[in-house]
């Protein structure tokens, strides 16, 4: 099993950036994938996560109405778009895998397989 983040950057206040999750090795469609993010000297913070089916999706309160996440299942990729970007939007931004089907969380206990990471960084 394999996941790489990708798309991270340096970007205004109010700028855009599209993060892409790469994924190899299991039955994709099978599995909610979630992103989280964590900032220096902060707890990792549970994103949004969307279903294998992209039925079920969550986004957190404190990125409703900038952030959207989607997947395209043909290409075993997960996107998450981010919008109106804030400096409080800086972190590490990773993927993860669920280990169990049909199981749709932002708890990383429930995560086996992470990607290493893409940085964020938005200026003020």
């Known amino acids: 099993v394999q996941l790489q983040a990708s798309g991270g950057g340096l970007v205004q206040a109010g700028g855009s950036l599209r993060l892409s999750c790469a994924a190899s090795?299991?039955?994709?469609?099978?599995?909610?994938i979630g992103w989280f993010r964590q900032a220096p000297g902060k707890e990792r913070e549970g994103v949004s996560y969307?279903?294998?089916?992209?039925?079920?999706?969550y986004v957190a309160d404190s990125v409703k109405g900038r952030f959207t996440v989607s997947r395209d299942n043909a290409k075993n990729t997960v996107y998450l778009q981010m919008n109106s970007l804030k400096p409080e939007d800086t972190a590490v931004y990773y993927c993860?895998?669920?280990?169990?089907?049909?199981?749709?969380?932002?708890?990383?206990?429930?995560?086996?397989?992470w990607g290493q990471g893409t940085q964020v960084t938005v200026s003020s």
């Open positions: 993860g895998k669920v280990q169990r089907i049909g199981v749709a969380t932002t708890q990383p206990f429930e995560y086996d397989y």
């Open positions: 090795g299991f039955r994709f469609n099978y599995y909610t």
């Open positions: 969307i279903s294998g089916s992209g039925g079920n999706i």
